[in-house]
C-alpha cells in the first residue's frame, strides 16, 4: 500500500499523528532517540526534514538511522530540492502556494523531480499554506502569509490546492509559532476540501492538540515539543493520546 493510502485509510478511522524531525536541530543520534521516543509514544509517521536546508549526506544519516530503530513511514518535508533520500518511503511532493518566491512554488520541485524518479521515491503532491505569524518557513519561503483572522483567503488557497490535484493541505503557523492556526480556520477549510487537512505550527499542549484536531484537522503534526524536551515520552505521550481520542 502507498504512504498516501496509509494516510488516508487512517484518516478514515481516527486522527493522526505526524512527528516532525529536523535534522537541523540536533545531531543524527538524537534524532533517532527522538524517534525512537516518540514511536513508543503512539506517533503513526515520521516528517523528517525543515526550513533549513541541509545537505543529501545528512538526510540518508538522519533517515537510515531512524529508519533502522523504528518501524512507521518516514516522509520527507523538504525545504529545499536537495532535502532528498533514497531511505525515505515518501516524500512530500509541496508547493509553498503562497511565496512570493517562483522557486518555492515550482523551481525546486523541477530541480528535483528528475532525481526523485530516479530514486522511485513515492511523491504525495500536497498543497503547503503558511500563515501569520510564518516564523523562519515564512520569512525562508517568502511567504506572502495568510491571515490567521479570515477564513476565506484560507479556504481560496486551499481549494486552488485541490483543485491543482493536490492530494493533502497543509496549514502551517511555522514552527515554533506562539499562536497555532486559528481553529475557526481549521474548520471553515475543513468544511470546503475533501482531501486529508494537516495542520502544524505552535501546538505543543494537549488542549491545543484537542482543539486542532476537534475543528477539523485529520493529521496533526508537532515537532518542537520534541526538540526542547527532556523526556521525549512523556511530553509527547499525553498529546498523542488525546489526538487519537478525539473522533
Ligand atoms: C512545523 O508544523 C510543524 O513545520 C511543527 O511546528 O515545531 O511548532 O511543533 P512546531
Redesign the pocket.
Given at each position: 500500500m502507498t504512504i498516501y493510502s496509509q494516510i488516508y485509510n487512517l484518516t478514515l478511522k481516527r486522527k493522526v499523528h505526524m512527528t516532525?524531525i529536523d535534522p537541523a536541530s540536533q545531531n543524527i543520534s538524537r534524532s533517532t532517540e527522538i524517534a525512537i521516543e516518540a514511536e513508543r509514544a503512539g506517533t503513526d509517521f515520521f516528517m523528517i526534514g525543515?526550513s533549513t536546508s541541509i545537505d543529501m549526506k545528512v538526510m540518508d544519516d538522519t533517515i537510515s538511522g531512524i529508519k533502522k530503530e523504528t518501524t512507521k513511514p518516514v516522509i520527507i518535508?523538504p525545504g529545499s530540492s536537495l532535502m532528498i533520500s533514497r531511505y525515505a518511503d515518501a516524500i512530500y511532493f509541496m508547493s509553498l502556494l503562497n511565496s512570493r518566491n517562483p522557486n518555492f512554488i515550482i523551481g525546486h520541485q523541477v530541480k528535483a523531480a528528475p532525481f526523485l524518479k530516479k530514486m522511485g521515491i513515492e511523491t504525495i503532491p500536497m498543497g503547503y499554506l503558511v500563515f501569520d505569524p510564518g516564523m523562519t518557513?515564512g520569512k525562508v519561503g517568502e511567504a506572502d502569509l495568510i491571515d490567521n483572522r479570515n477564513e476565506d483567503p484560507a479556504i481560496a488557497y486551499s481549494l486552488a490546492a485541490q483543485m491543482l490535484g493536490m492530494k493533502l493541505v497543509y496549514l502551517?503557523?511555522?514552527?515554533?509559532?506562539p499562536v497555532t492556526v486559528n481553529p475557526r480556520i481549521v474548520k471553515a477549510v475543513k468544511s470546503q476540501i475533501s482531501v486529508p487537512l494537516i495542520v502544524?505550527?505552535?501546538?505543543?499542549t494537549k488542549e491545543n492538540a484537542s482543539i486542532i484536531a476537534k475543528a477539523g484537522a485529520d493529521v496533526v503534526?508537532?515537532?518542537?515539543?520534541v526538540e526542547k524536551a527532556e523526556k521525549v515520552y512523556d511530553a509527547l505521550e499525553p498529546i498523542i493520546r488525546e489526538i487519537k481520542s478525539v473522533v
Open positions: 516532525l525543515g518535508f518557513v502551517e503557523a511555522g514552527s515554533g509559532a502544524g505550527g505552535g501546538i505543543r503534526v508537532t515537532g518542537t515539543i
